[in-house]
């Protein structure tokens, strides 16, 4: 079976947060099981530094935004070929998404418009181009897809959406409908009608095959107003083809006992003591006080509201003057306010509080390394790979009771007995205030005293497996029931395994079902859509991410 799975970015290729990560962790683990996976991604200035062998497969005279063409080449980091949609106008551009003073770029409905019209033609057929029997598409970004397929009457490829985060949709003026060659037909309410406006997203949600959602948890929230974005109705009216799959993680990359961004410095749930070497080299990274006493509590995420780097800002200072002893180690980039916010808590806490803004995958793996705490607040979380990141390494995760993290983080409650919480992974608190995000952390300080638990903790989080190996057999099984006339190829005996291809999210009109049972719901609601509490955002986004 060919799978062409279309995206915004992908690592190593392209990245800005989780949804890079996620797509390039799927795509390399369905490949090392014997399916054949492509990646299409746009051209931008550095991804052909990542291709051996590039060369044009085709033309495209007539896109969106102007001729472009196709490149193919091996990814050698990833172990699969890589289209590259080539135009040098739209995409070779500092940012992905956003221009270096923070804006969206002003032609983001023709950038990403552009690459969906050419997955679709190449859906369609294209010499010298593989064919696909099912096209797996990722976001906003690649969303219109599914609609241009049937408006060009591909029926025989299957779709296949994933939603990382639908509160990035891709919402535009319809002033963009003509030059991105929507037909008159699909401009209503039934197709990618969105309060006087388009909506990319929406369009992927009414017209692919299956949609999934990247945990459990969150695929129940989005059927509801408050975690829907105003796509919780026509989401439902898809109930009986919306399914979870849990994202996983790259665990060749983020491996405590082999990282080679830390090397000379592994170790593993049995033997710590490495652990303190990292924990030395964050400090001194990070400007801090060099004290293996010191209770290490890092944040490494986007700096913006949905993760609560306002809070942050707020609870951190909060916590740095009630408990002497604790340390804090920020890095990251967003909103600019929150980013003095956070730079300014380093002046008033010099050697005790660190901050960097920006981002490089070095000192991320330190920060999950070296860290005794990772503080992971979210007012949504689709997935969070962050705590995932963080329990690898030892590091016990401070996480929101939301999204994702409640199918991740194990943690048995507040008032727990010591027996419970050795079983835990991590903590989740609830409500977005400075005080709420306080009291986890002193939570946190509170087990820590406690070095049984606390050990205990470290090692279920090392042991848990959230690898891609776990969740690819779900994906094998859609492509599967999608185009059950087409063979998978190889598939190594480990991961033959029964997995639901339905899995019950939520019915909203009847209440919360487990995502575990292997049922199909029959969600009965009306696919008006809400008009949102917020507009439709256009920007890029770490799915789910981090």
Request: proline share 7%; net charge negative; with cysteine.
């Given at each position: 079976m060919n799978i062409l799975a279309v995206t915004s970015e992908a690592f190593p290729l392209a990245k800005t947060g989780g949804l890079g990560d996620?797509?390039?962790?799927?795509?390399?683990?369905?490949?090392?099981?014997?399916?054949?996976?492509?990646?299409?991604?746009?051209?931008?200035?550095?991804?052909?530094?990542?291709?051996?062998?590039?060369?044009?497969?085709?033309?495209?005279?007539?896109?969106?935004?102007?001729?472009?063409?196709?490149?193919?080449?091996?990814?050698?980091?990833?172990?699969?070929?890589?289209?590259?949609?080539?135009?040098?106008?739209l995409y070779d551009r500092e940012g992905l998404y956003l221009t270096p003073d923070g804006n969206e770029h002003a032609d983001n409905a023709?950038?990403?418009?552009?690459?969906?019209?050419?997955?679709?033609?190449?859906?369609?057929?294209?010499?010298?181009?593989?064919?696909?029997?099912?096209?797996?598409?990722?976001?906003?970004?690649?969303?219109?897809?599914?609609?241009?397929?049937?408006?060009?009457?591909?029926?025989?490829?299957?779709?296949?959406?994933?939603?990382?985060?639908?509160?990035?949709?891709?919402v535009f003026p319809t002033a963009h409908a003509d030059a991105l060659r929507i037909e008159e037909r699909y401009r209503n309410d039934e197709g990618l009608g969105f309060w006087g406006q388009m909506n990319f997203l929406k369009a992927g949600i009414r017209h692919a095959d299956l949609i999934t959602v990247v945990s459990g948890n969150y695929a129940r929230e989005i059927l509801t107003p408050q975690f829907g974005c105003g796509l919780e109705g026509v989401l439902s009216a898809r109930g009986s083809d919306l399914?979870?799959?849990?994202?996983?993680?790259?665990?060749?990359?983020?491996?405590?006992?082999?990282?080679?961004?830390?090397?000379?410095?592994?170790?593993?749930?049995d033997r710590l003591g490495n652990k303190a070497l990292c924990k030395k080299?964050?400090?001194?990274?990070?400007?801090?006080?060099?004290?293996?006493?010191?209770?290490?509590?890092?944040?490494?995420?986007?700096?913006?509201?949905?993760?609560?780097?306002?809070?942050?800002a707020s609870a951190i200072p909060l916590a740095l003057d009630a408990h002497p002893n604790l340390q804090v180690c920020v890095i990251g980039q967003g909103d600019r306010r929150l980013e003095q916010a956070l730079l300014a808590l380093e002046q008033r806490y010099?050697?005790?509080?660190?901050?960097?803004?920006?981002?490089?995958?070095?000192?991320?793996?330190?920060?999950h390394a070296g860290a005794d705490v990772l503080l992971h607040g979210s007012r949504f979380e689709?997935?969070?790979?962050?705590?995932?990141?963080?329990?690898?390494?030892?590091?016990?995760?401070?996480?929101?009771?939301v999204g994702g993290m409640v199918d991740t983080i194990r943690d048995p409650g507040k008032d727990a007995t010591a027996a419970l919480m050795a079983?835990?992974?991590?903590?989740?608190?609830?409500?977005?205030?400075?005080?709420?995000?306080?009291?986890?952390?002193?939570?946190a300080l509170t087990l820590r005293t406690r070095p049984a638990i606390w050990r205990a903790m470290q090692q279920n989080g090392m042991r848990s497996d959230f690898s891609w190996l776990k969740t690819m057999p779900a994906y094998l099984s859609a492509y599967q029931a999608l185009r059950p006339d087409v063979a998978l190829g190889r598939i190594p005996e480990q991961q033959r395994q029964?997995?639901?291809?339905?899995?019950?999210?939520?019915?909203?009109?009847?209440?919360?079902?487990?995502?575990?049972?292997?049922?199909t719901v029959a969600a009965g609601m009306a696919g008006r859509t809400r008009k949102p509490a917020r507009a439709g955002s256009m920007l890029g986004h770490e799915a789910s991410a981090a």
């Open positions: 996620a797509v390039s962790g799927l795509a390399h683990s369905l490949a090392a099981g014997g399916t054949r996976v492509t990646l299409m991604l746009p051209a931008y200035p550095s991804t052909f530094d990542f291709l051996r062998n590039a060369r044009q497969v085709a033309l495209l005279p007539d896109l969106p935004g102007g001729a472009a063409s196709l490149w193919q080449g091996d990814c050698a980091e990833l172990g699969v070929p890589v289209l590259l949609l080539k135009n040098d106008d023709i950038r990403f418009g552009a690459l969906a019209h050419a997955a679709a033609h190449v859906a369609k057929g294209l010499p010298n181009v593989t064919r696909p029997h099912v096209v797996h598409l990722h976001d906003w970004h690649t969303a219109l897809t599914p609609l241009l397929m049937h408006q060009l009457h591909v029926d025989d490829v299957k779709t296949v959406l994933t939603l990382h985060n639908i509160a990035f949709q891709g399914i979870s799959i849990p994202n996983g993680i790259d665990t060749e990359l983020w491996n405590p006992e082999a990282d080679s961004y830390l090397p000379g410095c592994g170790f593993g749930p080299a964050l400090q001194r990274t990070f400007g801090l006080e060099v004290n293996g006493k010191a209770t290490l509590m890092a944040m490494g995420s986007r700096l913006t509201h949905q993760k609560m780097a306002d809070v942050a010099p050697g005790r509080c660190g901050v960097h803004i920006g981002f490089d995958e070095k000192t991320a793996h330190l920060l689709p997935f969070g790979l962050t705590p995932l990141y963080a329990m690898r390494y030892g590091t016990i995760p401070i996480g929101s009771r079983t835990a992974t991590g903590i989740l608190f609830d409500g977005d205030q400075p005080g709420d995000m306080a009291e986890a952390i002193t939570r029964k997995v639901p291809v339905r899995a019950w999210v939520a019915n909203v009109t009847q209440g919360v079902v487990p995502a575990t049972q292997d049922a």
